[in-house]
Every structure is written in C-alpha cells, then in structure tokens.
C-alpha cells in the first residue's frame, strides 16, 4: 500500500495477455476506439509515469489528444529510467517538461537531458537496482501528483504489482493471439502459490470497438 498515491495500471494486450510480438512490435495491439478511450483516461490522471524501456521502443508522447483536456491541463509525464538512457531527441520532451527519475551520475548526460527539458529526479535504487518505484510515488505525491497511471512494458507492470502499488487495472483486450514467443504482460512475479497471487475484482467490462476493455480494482481496496 503506499497511502500516498493511487496507481492505476493500463493494460492493452492480445487475448492471450501479449503486448509486443517477440520482434517488439506493439503498435497497434488494439484498435482506433480503444487508443481513443486510453486518452480519455490519461485526462482522469495527474501523471502517466513509464519506464525507459517503453521510451525507447516505441517513443510516446504520453499526452492527452488536444480537445481531450483543456489548454494547459495536460497530465504531467515521468519515466523510470536509472542509468539515463533515454535520448535527448526523444518525442516525449517536445511535449514540455517530463520528470525522469534517475540514479545516473553522469553530469553530461543530465545537462544534455535537462536541456531538452528533462526535470531530472535523482532517487535510490531498490534492492533489483532499478530506481525504487515507492520513492518515485512519493515525490509524485509530494509534487501534486497523487493519482498515478501507469502505461509500461511487462517489467514495471511486474514491479508495480509485486510492491502491492497498484489499486486499479484498465486492460484493453484485443481480439487477437500473438503466441508464446510474444511479450507477456506482466515479467516474472517469482509466485510459488496461487495464494500470494495479486487478487482483483472486475468492476466493468465493455465493448469498445473490436476490442473489451475491463477495469478491475484490487481485492480489499
Ligand atoms: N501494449 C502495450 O500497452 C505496451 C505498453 C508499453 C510498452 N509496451 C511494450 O513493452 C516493451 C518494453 O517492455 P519493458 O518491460 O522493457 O518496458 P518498461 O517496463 O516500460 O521499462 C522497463 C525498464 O524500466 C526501468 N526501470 C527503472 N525503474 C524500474 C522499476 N522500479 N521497476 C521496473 N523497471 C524499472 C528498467 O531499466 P533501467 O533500470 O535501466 O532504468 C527496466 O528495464 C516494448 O516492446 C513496448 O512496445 C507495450
């Protein structure tokens, strides 16, 4: 539980729960309705935070579509990304300021990125060596940003979920089955028992387009 921030994890995969085909290809898993109902919902967030590997395979925006909020109400956009290896040429700084939480001490590195408009974030590192996810949502929180979505690829999903962080799912469910070879959703959760597995409850299934999109919250939220 982190009593600090409200995260909530956004899911777009193939029926068998893929999100990339084992070339890396993620776009587009799910359809037209389904992307534009993923803006909508980024407008519900103060932040969309990722992690580095999402940047540098497909290089979102992470905005809301213009008309989809008003001028000036974007949700800010932060990525996990320890070592800096995001590129300053990445599309996500022509959208304005992004936090990058970091452990680099590279001082180049950061003058570049800070030039770009990079609000770099230094933070500890966890006991996996990534940037300690707990410490980012606080100072999300402590920024204002208290209500957190999360769209990344299967290693900060895992993450999230493994920490107890995350009290919403939003899953986008396309018709289509990408293979065992594929990406999984979520990395390895290391369960020995199905009683440690993470519980939620479904609150709504719709048909968006070709595609479901569920939501479910955590089990004893
Ligand atoms: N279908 C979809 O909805 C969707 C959405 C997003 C991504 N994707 C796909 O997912 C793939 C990328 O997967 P991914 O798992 O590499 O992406 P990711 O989860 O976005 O990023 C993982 C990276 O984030 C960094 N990180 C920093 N702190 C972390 C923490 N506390 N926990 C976990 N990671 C942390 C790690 O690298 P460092 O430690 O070096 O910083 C880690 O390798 C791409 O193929 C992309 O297209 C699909």
Same mark, same amino acid.
């Given at each position: 539980?982190?009593?600090?921030?409200?995260?909530?994890?956004?899911?777009?995969?193939?029926?068998?729960?893929?999100?990339?085909?084992?070339?890396?290809?993620?776009?587009?898993?799910?359809?037209?309705?389904?992307?534009?109902?993923?803006?909508?919902?980024?407008?519900?967030?103060?932040?969309?935070?990722?992690?580095?590997?999402?940047?540098?395979?497909?290089?979102?925006?992470?905005?809301?579509?213009?008309?989809?909020?008003? *001028?000036?109400?974007?949700? @800010?956009?932060?990525? $996990?990304?320890?070592? /800096? &290896?995001? =590129?300053?040429? #990445?599309?996500?700084?022509?959208?304005?300021?992004?936090?990058?939480?970091?452990?680099?001490?590279?001082?180049?590195?950061?003058?570049?990125?800070?030039?770009?408009?990079?609000?770099?974030?230094?933070? *500890?590192?966890?006991?996996? @060596?990534?940037?300690? $996810?707990?410490?980012? /949502? &606080?100072? =999300?929180?402590? #920024?204002?940003?208290?209500?957190?979505?999360?769209?990344?690829?299967?290693?900060?999903?895992?993450?999230?979920?493994?920490?107890?962080?995350?009290?919403?799912?939003?899953?986008?469910?396309?018709?289509?089955?990408?293979?065992?070879? @594929?990406?999984?959703?979520?990395?390895?959760?290391?369960?020995?028992?199905?009683?440690?597995?993470?519980?939620?409850?479904?609150?709504?299934?719709?048909?968006?387009?070709?595609?479901?999109?569920?939501?479910?919250?955590?089990?004893?939220?």
């Amino acid at each position: 539980m982190t009593g600090f921030a409200q995260v909530t994890l956004k899911l777009a995969t193939s029926l068998d729960g893929k999100i990339a085909t084992a070339t890396g290809q993620s776009q587009w898993i799910t359809g037209p309705e389904a992307r534009d109902a993923v803006h909508t919902l980024r407008a519900r967030y103060d932040v969309i935070l990722t992690g580095i590997g999402t940047i540098l395979a497909d290089d979102p925006r992470l905005t809301v579509r213009p008309g989809g909020v008003k *001028a000036g109400q974007q949700p @800010g956009r932060a990525v $996990l990304d320890t070592n /800096l &290896r995001i =590129l300053p040429g #990445a599309k996500l700084f022509e959208e304005g300021p992004a936090i990058i939480f970091h452990a680099c001490e590279d001082e180049a590195r950061a003058k570049a990125l800070s030039a770009k408009g990079a609000r770099l974030v230094r933070i *500890a590192t966890g006991a996996d @060596g990534h940037t300690d $996810l707990r410490a980012a /949502l &606080r100072y =999300l929180a402590s #920024a204002g940003h208290a209500r957190v979505l999360i769209e990344a690829g299967g290693k900060l999903a895992a993450s999230a979920l493994k920490a107890g962080l995350v009290h919403r799912l939003e899953w986008f469910r396309a018709p289509m089955i990408i293979g065992g070879d @594929g990406l999984d959703v979520f990395a390895a959760l290391g369960l020995g028992n199905l009683s440690g597995a993470p519980q939620f409850r479904r609150t709504s299934v719709r048909v968006i387009g070709r595609d479901l999109h569920e939501s479910y919250e955590r089990e004893g939220n």
